[in-house]
């Protein structure tokens, strides 16, 4: 998925916490847990989706479009869910 310049720029920065905290706000349900990876599932579009945790890192470009991508936020429910203005 292909975001606006402007809105790539304000996530690019996004940690494991936030992603996780706005997976949970999202109605994400924590599947399983293991070690520093947590898996999350959407029972509405049947999606799953393993989060690795680093407290205080942020990802790749690369890594976060594949887990944004996997997903599937548009640039409206990063709006909505707040890791954007």
Not at 29 to 45: E, G, L, P, T
Not at 60 to 77: E, M, N
Request: hydrophobic share 35%.
């Amino acid at each position: 998925m292909n975001y606006p310049k402007n809105v790539w720029e304000q996530i690019k920065g996004i940690t494991a916490k936030d992603l996780i905290n706005a997976l949970e706000n999202d109605n994400w349900v924590k599947d399983s847990q293991c070690r520093q990876s947590f898996a999350y599932y959407d029972n509405i579009n049947k999606k799953r989706v393993t989060i690795h945790y680093h407290p205080g890192k942020t990802y790749g470009p690369k890594t976060l479009r594949l887990l944004l991508d996997a997903i599937g936020w548009s640039a409206k429910d990063l709006k909505r869910l707040k890791l954007v203005k």
